[in-house]
């Protein structure tokens, strides 16, 4: 079985900082990796995914993500936070090998960026 | 992207009736559909998983007959929460993926449900 953990569930920032999401998963295949985010009052949107190929994936709204498969890390980063960047964020794995996997997520972690 | 779009967004009932969530992809054929559960301040919990034309996968602790899924076309799956109580009160959210390892889910936008 599949799972994810996240291991700041809330984060306070300051406008201009810098972000870094933990992330990590177990599974015992070659995985698709996610990471979601939801804005208050808003669906799940894709910020960036992996599915293979260069490991440091850039995604929207200048995110990006390191899949770094020893660690079975997939740590979301962004340099500098703006106040609009707060929101839940989700990270989530899903097997490669099966296009009917089902996306498991990580617990969440909230971040807030005072302005 | 893709585009699902889930109705209703919200929706009030008396316990004891029924209510059926619509989940819709309106731009790809969804092989593969997901409804997921969020209880507040926690993550998306998954309920089940449901392929076009065959019986929906229940997770560990889900139940069947109380969380009905049919997904009978390439661009509908329906839960129906049954004998609706207020500890089903909740935000369910569907999510459909094509038929390509490649793709992604794309996710509706979630319907809260009251149950009073």
């Known amino acids: 079985a599949q799972s994810v953990s996240q291991h700041n569930h809330h984060v306070i920032l300051s406008e201009a900082a810098s972000l870094e999401l933990g992330c990590n998963y177990s599974y015992g295949g070659t995985v698709n990796l996610f990471w979601y985010v939801q804005y208050p009052g808003q669906h799940l949107q894709l910020l960036l995914k992996?599915?293979?190929?260069?490991?440091l994936v850039k995604g929207i709204k200048g995110f990006e993500a390191e899949f770094i498969k020893s660690k079975f890390s997939f740590n979301l980063r962004k340099p500098s936070v703006q106040w609009s960047d707060t929101a839940e964020y989700f990270c989530?794995?899903?097997?490669?090998?099966?296009?009917?996997?089902?996306?498991?997520f990580g617990g969440g972690t909230r971040l807030m960026v005072k302005p | 992207g893709a585009v699902v779009s889930q109705h209703p967004s919200w929706v009030i009932c008396k316990s004891g009736t029924s209510v059926k969530i619509e989940c819709r992809s309106l731009?790809?054929?969804?092989?593969?559909m997901f409804w997921y559960r969020q209880f507040p301040k926690q993550s998306l919990m998954l309920m089940a998983t449901s392929n076009e034309g065959s019986k929906a996968t229940y997770e560990q602790g889900v139940e069947k007959d109380k969380f009905l899924i049919n997904h009978a076309s390439l661009t509908l799956s329906t839960l129906t929460v049954t004998s609706a109580h207020p500890e089903d009160s909740s935000f369910y959210i569907c999510s459909a993926r094509g038929p390509l390892l490649e793709t992604e889910a794309f996710f509706g936008q979630g319907t809260r449900l009251t149950v009073v």
């Open positions: 989530a794995v899903n097997g490669a090998d099966n296009a009917g996997n089902m996306l498991t």
């Open positions: 992996y599915f293979s190929g260069d490991p």
């Open positions: 731009d790809f054929q969804a092989t593969t």
